[in-house]
């Protein structure tokens, strides 16, 4: 049985997705939330208040239904939206007309996340190499004076 944080987060976790899910224009109310995972609107607003903690199957219909990561819903690690190439796409911009900034901002919100991740990767990767090279230089110079 999951703890009560663990109940918790998973519920913040649906929070994020329901803000983000209605910024980037994919669904449009709380009713289609609860269309998705089967539930009725009163159900969908006591857990976006944090009155009624997510079930399993509720988060299952969630993923199942919707392009939401199952691994960052389960541990809020990595991109909250699973695309495969997490590139910007004619049918998933939509370029939408009406309110398009905000629809187009909801939609780069989890790409910038992807690539702040992989900055972040990239950095930590910079810095062992970093550290790799003065290892590596500082043995030359060992070598160096050795021989001199």
Request: glycine residues 6%; proline residues 2%.
């Amino acid at each position: 049985m999951a703890n009560v944080e663990f109940k918790k987060a998973m519920t913040e976790h649906f929070i994020e997705v329901v803000k983000y899910l209605k910024v980037s224009g994919r669904v449009k109310s709380k009713t289609e939330i609860g269309e998705i995972i089967g539930q009725p609107l009163q159900v969908i607003s006591k857990l976006l208040s944090g009155d009624r903690i997510i079930t399993l199957e509720q988060m299952q219909l969630l993923i199942k239904n919707t392009n939401v990561d199952s691994y960052w819903f389960l541990t809020g690690v990595g991109s909250m939206i699973d695309d495969d190439d997490h590139e910007l796409n004619e049918p998933s911009v939509g370029y939408q007309k009406e309110g398009s900034t905000i629809n187009t901002i909801g939609i780069l919100l989890p790409l910038i996340s992807a690539l702040e991740e992989k900055i972040k990767t990239l950095e930590q990767n910079n810095s062992m190499f970093l550290e790799q090279l003065k290892a590596i230089v500082a043995q030359t110079n060992t070598k160096k004076n050795l021989f001199n």
